[in-house]
Structures are given as C-alpha cells and as structure tokens.
C-alpha cells in the first residue's frame, strides 16, 4: 500500500446484507493477518451500521485466532443497543466459519462538557528526525535481517521514532517510546468515520514492541512470539488537521506471565490528545 488511500480501499469492505460485510487483507511483513487491519476493518462495518450524527468514541477488542492472509474475513454485526445520544454495536470477524476477533464499540452524538487533558510530551519535531523509509535506505545492507523485511515493506503510513536505539547493541531501554507518524498523501474531503478507522488501524503498530523495550539486552522480535491480545482504544477530539503529524506516546505498564501491558497516548502536532490506547499482547520465548 502507497497511500492513505489505499489504506482506506483496504479498509472499506463490501456489504453482504444490512449486518453482514467481507473484507480482504495485504501482509504488512508478517505470515499472519494484520491485527490493525482487522481491527479497523471492524470498526468500519460497524460504522455501517450507526446514523452519520454518531461517532465512535471508545472500542474494546480480542484476537481470538491467528487470521489466514489468503482466505476473506466476513465481519457479522450485532445491533446491540440504539439510545437518545449512544449506540452499542459488537462485531465478529469470522475465517472458515470461526471467530477470530471480536469487537465490542460505543458511539455518541456530538456534545459539549468539561475538557481538560494530558499535555503532550516535549520531544524532537518530525522535521529532525529520520523516517523507517530513511532507516532502511541508508542502513540495509547492515540491518539484521528480520528487520531488513519488515522495514522494506511499503506502508502508507510514514513513521518517524524520536530515538533509534543500535539494533546490535544488547541494552536495556527506557519503557516508554516517542514516534511520529502521518498519513501519506491524505486525502482532504477524506470521512472522518474514516478517519477513526484509520487510527485504529495505525494504533497496533508500536505498541506491543514497546513493551520489549526493558528488556532488550535480551529479547527481539527475532526470538519472540509476539501477538496482540487485546486492544481497546478511547477516540477524545477530532485533529484540526488530519494530513499532519501525530505523536504515538507509548509505556509499558506491566509485563508477566509471558504477557506485556502498554498504554499509549496520541497526539496531534499542535498537542490536543486525540485518541488513548491499551493494549496487552503476548511475549513468549521462542525455543531454541
């Protein structure tokens, strides 16, 4: 994919009846289904589903099975509940007549109360720093090679991380990480349904590799099963600009169990929080 619009025919899926969509899936790297992809993919069927007047203001989520790249995903909607100012929606994604997401999502007509919030953190703007498409170019002939795969990938978005850690250098890093990312080529009459789903598709990224973070003298991605869990993500304020920057903020909270918990904020370049997210996936060592 080259461009948001891509992304967003990605996204979009064709209907089969009022409550009942099919949605297809291109690899970002990985043997297995994307989970933003499928996430977003949700969100939008169930966006089909809602009057324009509402918007999604919070979404919950389980990867149940691994999704299969080569087979469509059929996305069921359950109408769960239509109040005076929210509606309730619950979507499963289903493979070979099998769950393998689930999807649990509110939305809310627009209205006015108290506001207040997190201020964005102070770190290098995107202009200082160097892309994942500036990374692979100047450093892949030296890049492990797991890395050199997933960097080579065309992605429609562009990501900017605010350090680059040496891949080769075995040390622990803070568990907290900062990276810009935008749109490419963001169309401007583009949704702003569309503009959630968009986030929610970008929101999987980063996350769960923050929580290897404190342990990275030790642990990769190289030898590491890593999967996403759960994912739920609470959308604050619409971006005065939605083809600009936006900050990805991301900490670990906690890691057990051969699970990692992070929470991320994102923010738009002038500092409003635009979304949160918490995400739990899992880390298990590979044998060797």
């Known amino acids: 994919m080259k461009d948001s619009r891509a ?15 099919v949605g297809h899936s291109i690899s970002v790297g990985s043997e297995a289904v994307f989970g933003g992809q499928v996430m977003a993919q949700a969100l939008n069927a169930a966006y089909r589903t809602v ?40 979507v499963t994604a289903e493979q070979n007549d099998q ?19 997190d201020k964005m953190p102070d770190v290098p703007l995107p202009d200082e720093l160097l892309s994942w498409e500036d990374v692979y170019a100047q450093s892949k002939d030296f890049l492990p090679k797991n890395m050199q795969t997933f960097l080579s990938v065309e992605r429609p978005i562009h990501f900017k991380p605010t350090v680059l ?11 907290i990480h900062h990276i ?17 789903q968009l986030l929610a598709y970008v929101s999987d990224y980063n996350i769960l590799m923050t929580s290897l973070r404190p342990h990275a003298s030790e642990a990769h991605f190289g030898n590491m099963q890593l999967a996403s869990l759960d994912h739920a993500i609470w959308f604050h304020r619409k971006p005065a600009n939605p083809s600009d920057w936006f900050l990805y903020t991301t900490n670990v909270l906690s890691n057990s169990n051969a699970r990692g918990l992070a929470s991320g904020q994102i923010y738009c370049s002038q500092g409003n929080l635009i979304a949160s997210v918490v995400q739990e996936g899992l880390m298990r060592k590979l044998a060797k």
């Open 7 to 21: 992304l967003i025919d990605l996204i979009e899926l064709t209907p089969i009846d009022p409550q009942t969509f």
């Open 51 to 90: 009057s324009a007047d509402r918007h999604c203001h919070s979404l919950h989520s389980y990867f149940i099975l691994r999704g299969d790249l080569s087979q469509p995903i059929t996305y069921k909607v359950q109408l769960v509940r239509d109040g005076g100012s929210f509606t309730t929606r619950y």
């Open 180 to 196: 810009w990312f935008q749109f490419k080529e963001y169309e401007k009459d583009t949704s702003f349904p569309h503009f959630h």
């Open 165 to 175: 850690p040496n891949p080769f250098e075995k040390k622990d890093l803070e568990p």
């Open 99 to 117: 769950a393998i997401f689930v999807l649990a999502a509110s939305f809310q007509i627009e209205e006015e109360g108290l506001a207040f919030q």
